[in-house]
């Protein structure tokens, strides 16, 4: 089974520093999706970025990137210039590559997740 | 495009009791899942359907169950409710098979007494 690990239950920044949440995960499969969401509080979850694995080139969204190291089963996420806007918690998922079936459709694989404090 | 609705938002139930939560996803999404949210176990998955068929189930007891109807809206019961079953239910809807971006509602937050 695949497993999501996020490492740092809380993070803090201050406002138009960088900062990286960590996330490693444990598959078997060679092809899959990850996935960073943010869920700012009683606010719903929105999609921030996401990676395909046969993609080498680490993806980009604005101030959003990450660092995708598939041979070492980690894919990090890293805000540039944080902004207030930015707290929120912060979940990895993972996802695999749904085929007819199989028995992987609509899962999302979610890691703890990690709070993400901004100071103006 | 109007986003993904869940009705209710808040609901207070009695342990025994069974309840229905509702998910009405993006106009022309045919896939909705559902995750159960709570501080002690996270984010964990409960059901997909599309097209009116449960195509993946995770691991939860058969207290909790789900259907589709054919204009994609979707509903999940939980019969015989217990405390543990207190949770915020989120569903999220998709295009269906070759995507794989899911968006999510804001959640339905059941408390069990």
């Known amino acids: 089974a695949q497993t999501v690990t996020q490492s740092q239950p809380e993070m803090s920044v201050q406002e138009a520093e960088t900062v990286t949440l960590s996330c490693t995960y444990d598959?078997?499969?060679?092809?899959?999706?990850l996935f960073w969401y943010k869920q700012p509080p009683s606010r719903q979850m929105i999609l921030v970025i996401r990676?395909?694995?046969?993609?080498?080139q680490n993806a980009t969204e604005n101030r959003f990137s990450v660092n995708f190291q598939k041979a070492a089963k980690s894919f990090s996420l890293k805000i540039s210039d944080s902004q207030l806007g930015d707290a929120a918690m912060y979940f990895c998922?993972?996802?695999?590559?749904?085929?007819?079936?199989?028995?992987?459709?609509?899962?999302?694989?979610f890691g703890q997740g990690t709070i993400l404090t901004v100071h103006p | 495009k109007a986003g993904v609705t869940q009705t209710p938002r808040y609901l207070i139930k009695t342990r025994g009791q069974q309840v229905t939560l509702s998910c009405s996803p993006i106009?022309?999404?045919?896939?909705v899942s559902w995750y159960q949210q709570t501080p002690g176990q996270g984010l964990q998955f409960l059901f997909e359907?599309?097209?009116?068929?449960?195509?993946n189930k995770g691991n939860f007891p058969g207290r909790f169950s789900g259907r589709q109807f054919s204009n994609s809206r979707s509903e999940m019961n939980v019969s015989t409710l217990e405390l543990g079953d207190s949770a915020l239910y989120l569903c999220?809807?998709?295009?269906?098979?070759?995507?794989?971006?899911?968006?999510f509602g804001p959640g339905t937050r059941l408390t069990v007494t």
């Open positions: 106009s022309g999404h045919r896939s």
């Open positions: 990676q395909e694995a046969y993609k080498q």
């Open positions: 999220a809807s998709s295009l269906g098979d070759d995507t794989y971006e899911q968006y």
């Open positions: 359907y599309f097209s009116e068929t449960q195509r």
């Open positions: 998922a993972y996802r695999r590559i749904p085929y007819a079936g199989g028995t992987s459709y609509g899962k999302l694989t």
């Open positions: 598959t078997s499969e060679s092809d899959y999706y």
